[in-house]
């Protein structure tokens, strides 16, 4: 039995519909929604980083308290974001995220109080090595986000 010129060409839009339908699902139908507000996160976590990278730009060494507030607003925006995510998994994520970025903003007087009252050439405070590591395990979140939703 053969097949009508009319059925192949049938057969062939059909296809080429299937894979159209397909290729448009997996490449073009941007992100899921529980990702929405993984990507809020990420954003406002971009801008934030240029705002307070601008504002501490011409400081020597460590942010001012005026600095702080820009920081608190980080944590704060972070932590306002966290809530909105609704899948399991990415909750955690963003909920450890906007702790660790509180924990980063509330230890910023203590490095700066340690740091003014060393005196030159004593070793490195130890609040230093606590914020890289906080900073560590931010960097690891926001990478973990990231790879989930992009």
């Known amino acids: 039995m053969t097949l009508d010129r009319r059925w192949w060409i049938a057969i062939g839009v059909a296809v080429t519909a299937l894979v159209v339908v397909v ?6 139908s941007g ?3 529980e990702c929405r507000p993984v990507r809020d996160i990420l954003a406002f976590n971009d801008q934030q980083n240029e705002h307070i990278a601008s504002r501490i730009e011409g400081n020597e060494g460590l942010p001012t308290p005026a600095d702080d507030l820009a920081y608190q607003a980080w944590a704060d925006g972070l932590a306002e974001r966290a809530h909105n ?6 909750a955690a994520l963003s909920t450890d995220l906007a702790i660790l970025a509180d924990e980063f903003t509330r230890s910023l007087p203590t490095l700066r109080a340690q740091a003014e009252s060393r005196a030159p050439g ?18 690891d979140k926001l990478s973990r986000l990231h790879d989930a939703c992009s």
């Open 122 to 139: 004593a070793p490195t405070p130890p609040e230093v090595y606590q914020l890289e590591a906080v900073n560590a395990r931010i960097a």
């Open 85 to 90: 995510v609704t899948s399991p998994e990415l």
């Open 31 to 33: 992100p899921s929604e």
């Open 23 to 28: 290729v448009s699902r997996t490449f073009f």
